[in-house]
């Protein structure tokens, strides 16, 4: 158990969060489900990571595997997830809510069906506070009033005896962002927090997560498809694809030397402020990966313009950048490196179709 | 090749709780084809009773079972009763009267409340008012009351009006029952229609210029029909209870003709020396009503029917 | 407040004309054979209560003058005479109303006591063994109406059935009187539970059955949606989750129900109150009805019309209270 003050004295050398390993697989009609498949990484105290990859890339369920937050039944487990040192992979809900809003938090996409409509926002708020903490009720909503203010909601005080809907989108997920980090947790997880809010206000949303982060020397995990959400706002990325980990690298790095040629499609596929009105959008052909068989060999293979043989059937492990060890990444044939040129050259040459295609095969 | 077409979701699409209790469902449960398989027999029982060498007539007197002295067993399969009449005979010839009047009725709240929702529905506005405002008055009266006290008036219209000697009790009974089952089938009619209204394959007759009969006729009406199927038999149970409870308080058909409430209460009196001479009849009444409720939420489920209540 | 206005005048509206229609209804045909005041009043009147009527009543008069009067009247109080009972019909149903009413308030908390814990289990375990077996039989005795259950209750609970297995003799029933006294419970409380305990219950099952089904899908239903999961991923254990953040959201089915078989309820008092002889307003409009007792049956016809539609506007009142997006919403309007 660890509280506000303890947090800042811990030393960054041991990870907060590590995860060895880890799988979450479904048992569904139509077969297991291999919706995480063997994923390892780690998260220091204070940072922020950003988990990017397309829908069915498994970054939902890996953020959820760590929380704990899966469904009970039909859900197959494996590998280590470590908590401050502690075990949790194997703990059931019950050992698990003790952690829940305490120490680990999650924010979810869609703020609206994600408050309870015929609460107060003010309950919603106190409740974790006085669960976790044993505050009192006036206690609770005193620190419920303060937790809006410091989410930037003005009017704080009227606020609290609101109902969600009678507030805007940005102003909702604010409240969740309050209810998250209410009782202090270590370790934040924001699961799409600003695909359903406008552009205006995702910047804000981000900016305040970011602000709050550092304020309270937070773990931050950002969990989303739009690189361009955690390209300002975190401190390394990891890319997901088919249920594995494709490649890791601190932000700055990964931007300017990316490897996978999946990460370089997701970066092509942003359109650009820059570019001439009426450029055709590029998006990725092909669909992902069915994850009951998933494909042999590397699982981006199918929809890979630079894909040999060699990526059809053997599975790339993954390693680290000759020289950054902590660029991780599994390919065959990473960009920048001679197999790519060859490829590369390939295809401008016109030989190979191009992998990128015009808006329509995403 | 690897199979790209489905692709899973990063919550699984199908949860796995959910996928194993859809599969259940979708296979036909044994209660389905038990209820339909025991409508099937009565409706058979019932039709051909005349012919049938083991179902005495209702009236026939057995031998020794005077005053309920013949409990359920050999000679007379459900017991006799106070006349020394067949329990299960009446039973099967009072179900005659029962489904006549049950499926009467359904077929005169079908029409009337059909053809009700459909035109609120469709021309709405004005139409739609007024209608709303039957339906919300037909509803207001509890049903039993209603029943009661149209039954009860209706004989003495009958004998006021000549042109409607034919007006017997067992009309009466389905003109009233009948009544009872238009309101809860029109709102659902109507609302089916106004739905239906605003697709593209009612939008695409209407602007060719098609007028609204043909549309209502050729075009919502047969998309009408799964809806109405399931409310008919939900509603067929209810106006089968009502039928017995009707019968039960007096209000039912005329004296010689049995039916099951009526059955239950002429026995009732003597209950704790016969009971078979009550309960037969209350199973029956019971199977049937809850046959009818099987069926009809087979319907709604297999329809995806939502009703907020018949 | 508009919408409550605009609610109170449909009410109204649908009052009347319900009313309206029942007196039609009612006094149609009156007119032959013989004086519509005799048929009225049924039994053997006086001449001179034959004029009175006539004349209060306007009995002479088209409908909508007769129902004016009526209805004048009935509010005042003076709802006919019964010259059956030989008594002001609103005495005969002051007499009775209390029976009537507790049959429904009864039966209506009992099987919402049942129906929430019972729904509440069955959705949090869903698709388990126990949910199944609840469903299977709520579905079987949503289909027991009252004139099924008050006869298979009454062998049960009421007559006396001795079996002997071996030297062994078990009792069942004999526990409940046979015939339902209606003893109030401020006279004695033991003898009013005993009197009313198989009445009430055969009220109580369907509608319990009926109630547990609404509240089960509307729970199933709630407990899938996302702001559920962020309450349990706030820590908050699952029976608080459950009860204040699932069921909070889920009684508005309920609700619903309440609102919807209420004219069950009526329908199935009528039953009940004649099967078990209770004296209550049901049995009175049957014997009533039997016997011509006209004005009798207009009133208290015209009472229970009353008394449906009012809680039916309670209900829809009551939708504010329990979801503040419809508070707002009306609000607005």
Redesign the interface.
Known sequence: MSDLTQASTRSSGEPLIKLTDVTTHFETPRGLVRAVDGVSLQLERGRALGIVGESGSGKTILSRSIMGLLPPRGTVRGGSITFEGREIGNLDRKAMRTVWGKEMAMIFQDPMTSLNPVMKIGKQIAEPLQIHLGMTKQNAWATAEKLLTDVRIPEAKRRLEQYPHEMSGGMRQRVMIAIAIACGPTALFADEPTTALDVTVQAQILDLLGEQRRDRNMSLVLVTHDLGVVAGHTDEIAVMYGGKLVEKADTKRLFAHMKMPYTEALLHSIPKMADPSHTRLSAIAGRPPDMVNPPKGCRFAPRCQYAVDQCHHEEPPLVAAADDPTHLYACWQPVGSPEHRAARERIDSGAAPAMTAAAGGH | M???????????A????E???R?RRRKAPLGFYCAVGFLVLLVFLAVFADYLGFIRSPLQKVPGGARYKIGPGWTAWWGTDGLSRDVFARCIYGSRTTLQVGIYSTIFGITVGGLLGVLAGYFRGAVDRVVS?II??L???????LA???I??LG??K???TWLNWLDRKWQIVLTLGILATAPLARIVRAQTMALREREFVLAARSLGAKPARVIFREIMPNLIPAILTVAFTGL?ILI??E??LA????GVEVPTPTW?KL?DEN?AK??IA?WA??FP??M??LT??SF??IG?RLSRRFDIRQ??V | MRYFLQRLLQFVIVFFIVTFGVMVLIRMGLNAPGDPARTLLGGAPSDQLIAETTAKYHLDSNYLVQYWFWFWNFIQGDMGYSVQNSLPVFDLIKLRATVTLLLGFYSITFAVLIAVPLAVRQAYKRDSVFDRTASGLTFMFVSVPAIVLAPILTIILIDKNVFSIGDYQITIGGWFPRVGNKVYPWEDPVEHIKNFFVPVLVLTIPLAAVFTRLLRGDMVQTLQADFITLASAKGVSPRRVLWLHGLRNSLFSLLTGVGLQLGGIVGGAIVVETFFDLKGMGAMLVGAILSKDLFTVQSTAAILVACVVTVNLIVDLLYAVLDPRIRHARALA
Do not use: H, M, Y
């Open positions: 690897t199979a790209v077409a489905q692709a899973a979701a990063p919550v699984p199908v949860d796995p709780v996928a194993k209790a599969r405002v919300d008055c509803l207001a009266l509890p049903g039993l009351l009661i006290i149209l009860s008036r003495a219209v004998e006021s009006t149970s209870a009502s017995g409870a039960f308080l007096g209000l409430g239950i009732r209950i704790d009971w009550t309960l209350c199973f009444l019971f009503v809850w409720n099987i939420d907020a209540g």
